[in-house]
């Protein structure tokens, strides 16, 4: 098992199947005291309301005590202190940090620096394991396989670091993948060449209903408002893609659509309650996942 | 009457180190990378010399100093081309190319404004990727690809 979690690409298949096999233990045991008298710190030096709830209920569970902080304005951080002299000082008080930061590269750094392990919980635009994690967790639940599993991505491919994240670590389980986006987001190249040398099959629409019907997953995503640095561009595909319930029609009866969340108008509310909607869970089992990670990097198992 | 010599002449040096074809706008990053700047042997240095291959090249040559290959290969970047040629009693006894090293530590810059290696004082590291003829940086801290070497500055 590695010390830290910082990147995907640091994880081979069985240690990936490894994670999610002790997140299923997790949530069928939702709260042991594994790491009872244990400290976790969630340091979050750019707010995320979802990702540090969900990895402190996680610390919680286990029977851990988190301490951290949510947002930069009151720390020493804003007095100027430099994120080595953070890390080294709350790694003197804890048993494990997971840390959000808006630098890329931030928690990679940051493990270099002390001697316990770190979870990156979201490096900028870089990388998010955890939410990767979660996503094979909930597809694995929902198929009941990672393997020959298609998947059609839709929204912003070009920016979104889920997208790209899921798709490489799929990579392992031979599956087939449709990317709808409208041209100006389109999956970048080295995504697409990447998938080539392994021969793993896609298509590419900008229509939403074309491929519908023959996927197994719908992997949704947000337009993010924040990637953009013109605001006419965002205007124009913010709302390019709205699923609703009617466009369900003959779709496999296995298909399930998954969404990082929080959403803004990409899938409407009528289709909460079909059979097809997962991301309630998929959220939820986050949870499961962190449990496993946090437990696994502090040596159960 | 006798032609002027065009010729410019540069003083051989009895032992030491000739480093050629340096790309004539890349000249102060080598002197830079191999800190020659604080050298107390004599050290030449030429730029912006004819070149058939580069058009404008540069030259140094260092009196009474050899390099480890780990040292030079830390010029591949600013250099990719540069041969290296040992002095001993006037004669150049070995001509060698430069080794791209699997990975370069403190001498490039990432090229991400939001890489933390911009930002903190982190020491940059890449992997160095090769296709074809050009290099390209894999940076270990954002994960991103840098496609032009920037030189560090010190």
């Given amino acids: ?301 | 009457m006798s032609e002027k010599n065009t010729q410019l002449k540069v003083s051989a040096i009895k032992d030491g180190t000739v480093l050629d074809h340096i790309p004539a706008q890349n000249i102060f990053q080598v002197i830079d990378i191999l800190d020659l700047s604080q050298a107390l042997n004599p050290v030449t240095i030429g730029v912006n010399l004819e070149s058939k291959s580069l058009g404008r090249k540069g030259i140094i040559k260092i009196a009474d100093r050899f390099f480890a290959d780990e040292e030079l290969s830390r010029i591949s970047l600013a250099a990719p081309d540069a041969t290296v040629n040992i002095i001993r009693n006037y004669e150049v006894v070995s001509k060698k190319k430069i080794d791209l090293p699997a990975e370069v530590v403190g001498i490039a810059k990432c090229s991400n404004p939001m890489c933390v290696t911009n930002r903190q004082a982190v020491t940059t590291r890449f992997k160095t990727v090769k296709e074809g003829e050009k290099v390209k940086l894999l940076c270990h801290y954002c994960e991103k690809t840098t496609e032009e070497f920037i030189p560090l500055r010190h």
């Fill in chain 1, 1 to 301: 098992m590695h010390k830290n979690l910082i990147s995907i690409h640091d994880f081979s298949k069985e240690e990936i199947l490894h994670i999610l096999s002790v997140a299923r233990e997790m949530e069928a045991n939702k709260s042991q005291k594994l790491l009872e008298g244990k400290v976790v710190a969630c340091l979050f030096f750019e707010p995320s309301t979802r990702t540090r709830l969900s990895f402190e209920t996680a610390a919680n569970r286990l029977g851990a005590r988190v301490i951290g902080f949510s947002d930069v304005a009151n720390t020493s951080i804003s007095k100027g202190e430099t994120l080595k002299d953070t890390i080294k000082m709350v790694s003197n008080y804890v048993d494990i940090i997971v840390m959000r930061h808006p630098l890329e590269g931030a928690a990679r750094y940051a493990s270099e620096v002390c001697d316990i392990p770190v979870v990156n919980a979201g490096d900028g635009a870089n990388q998010h394991p955890s939410q990767t994690l979660l996503d094979l967790y909930t597809i694995l639940e929902t198929q009941g396989r990672l393997d020959n599993v298609s998947i059609n991505m839709v929204g912003d491919l070009k920016y979104g670091r889920t997208v790209h994240s899921l798709l490489q670590a799929m990579s392992h389980f031979n599956p087939s993948f449709c990317f709808t986006s409208p041209a100006e987001l389109k999956m970048p190249m080295e995504y697409k060449e990447f998938l080539d040398t392994r021969g793993i099959p896609y298509t590419e629409t900008a229509s939403l209903q074309k491929h519908l019907r023959d996927c197994d997953i719908l992997y949704m995503t947000r337009v993010q408002q924040e990637r953009f640095n013109d605001p006419m561009e965002y205007e124009k595909v913010k709302d390019v893609y709205r699923l609703e319930r009617a466009m369900l029609d003959g779709v496999r009866p296995n298909m399930k659509i998954l969404h990082p969340l929080p959403r803004v108008g990409e899938i409407a509310d009528d289709v909460d309650d079909t059979p097809y909607a997962y991301y309630y869970k998929q959220a939820e089992n986050g949870m499961y996942v962190r449990m496993a990670i946090i437990a696994c990097l502090l040596g159960y198992k």
